[in-house]
C-alpha cells in the first residue's frame, strides 16, 4: 500500500509515508503514479506545476517551481526557489485572536513549590559559574561532592555544574551582552535548583558575582558561615586571599555545597496545579514528517496545557520568520503583535549584520529529511504553537511570567535555544525527525520522534513515538494527550525520560551576540 500524506486541501505536494519510499510506477490510491522512486518523508508532486508556479504545502507557498514539474515527479530542493520572506510592514496584527478554550482543571503534578512562585521538577544542587575559567574546578568539585557528600541527601536529585564559556573576554557593556547575562541570571535562580545557586567566581572576570545578583547580598567564602537568609547565594571567589592553594578552595566549595544540601534535603514535592508548569518547546533535526506528526501532536498538547492554566514558550526566530503572518493576527492585542514583529526584525538585522539570512538554517539532515528550504522547515515548526492565542513575547534570555502561549525569542540552535528556554521553563519538551541524543541537566527533556522508524531504531532515546499519526494508527489529539500525561509524570518524577536515564546532558551555551575582546 502506497501512501503520502497530504495536509491541506490546497496543497500541490505531498509526502511520502512508506518506510523504504515507492519505487517509479508506485501507485497511490487517487490514481496518482509516482515518476520516479521517491525517499519516505520527501515530496511527491500531486498535480503538474508549471515553471514559476506556487509550489504548495500547509497551504502556503513553500517555493516557485525553478522547472516544470509533472505529477508524481520528486519535487526537491533544486526544483524550488526560495520565496521572500513576509513583508514585516503591514502584517495583520490581532486579527483573528483565537477565542479563550474550554478550561481544563484538575490535573496536577508533584513539584518542588519556591519561595519565589516557581515550581522545581527537580531537586537539585546547581553550582553556576561567572565565568570558564573557573569549569574545571567546579567539575572536579562536583565529582567529588556527587561521591562524598549527596549520599547523605537522599531527597536530593543530584549535583550539577553550570558551566559555560561566557564571562570574560567580552564587551560586557555592549547591548548584546545583556542577553547572555539574562541568561545565566535566570538559570542561576532556576525552579530545579530552588530559586538559589552556589556560585563560584574567579575574582577578575568580566561577569562579577553582583551582576548577576544585583539585588542580592552575597556570602563569601572569608566570611564565618553567617546566620544565612536562605534566599541569598553563596559565593566563593577563587582568588580570595584567605583560600591557599587549590585544597582550600575545593574545600570551600565542599563547605557551602553541605550548607546547601541540607536545605534542599528539607525540600518535598507537593501536589501543585498543571498550571505552574512552564513548558519549552523546540524542535531539532527536523523532516518533512515533523511539521505533520510530532510538531502538531506538541501543538495539541501546547493546547491542553494552555487549557490548564499553564505556559507553554515555543522559540527558533529563524523557523517562525517565514510563518509570522500566521502568528501575527493570533497576537491577543496590538503590543504583543507588535513585541513578535521588534523579535523577527532584530533577528533579520542580526543575520544581515553576519552577511547571511534566513536561509542559513537547514541543515543536510533537514534537507536528507525532505525538507527543501526553511520555508517549509518553518510552516511545520510553528504547529507546536497550537492555536491558542499568543499572549505574549519574551526578549532573548528574559524570564517569562506570562501564563497561556508566549513567544521566547531565541535562535533554533537546539542548545542555544534549550539554553536561553532554561531562563523560563521547568520542563522542555524536543522533537526529531532525523534524531538527536540531546538533553539537558537542569531540566527534562521529553523527546518525540516523527517517525515509527526512528523511535524504533532508537528505542532507548525516544520518549514518545508521534509516527503512528502518519500511518493512520493514533490521531493528533490522542499523541497530544499522551504527550500531556507524560509532561505530568516526568514532572512529578515518576518517570524518567530517557536522556536522564542516560546522563544525557549537554553543555550550557548562552547566545552571544555581543562583542569579543
Ligand atoms: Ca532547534
Redesign the pocket.
Known sequence: MNRYVKVHPSDNVAIIVNTEGVPAGAMFAGGLSARESIPQSHKVALAAIAQGGPVVRYGQVIGRAARDLDAGQWVREEHLDLPVPPSLDDLPIATAVPAAMPPLPGYTFEGYRNRDGSVGTKNLLGITTTVQCVAPTVDYAVARIRNELLPRFPNVDGVIALTHTYGCGVAIDAPGAQVPIQTLRHISRHANIGGQPLIVSLGCEKMQPARLFPDRQMFTASAALPPVLEHDPYVIRMQDMELRGFGEIVAAILRFAEKRLEELNRRRRVTCPASDLVVGV???GSDAFSGVTCNPAVGSAADLLVRAGATVMFS?VTEVRDAVHLLTPRAVNQEVGLALIREMRWYDEYLSRGYADRSANPTPGNKRGGLANVVEKALGSVAKAGSSALMGVASHGERVTTKGLVFAATP???FI?GTQQLASMNLHVFTTGEGSPYGLALAPVIKISSRTALAERWHDLIDLDAGRIATGEATLDEVGWDLFRLMLDVASGRKKTWADHWGLHNTLAPFNPGPVT
Open positions: 523546540q524542535c531539532g527558533e533554533a540552535s537546539d535555544c
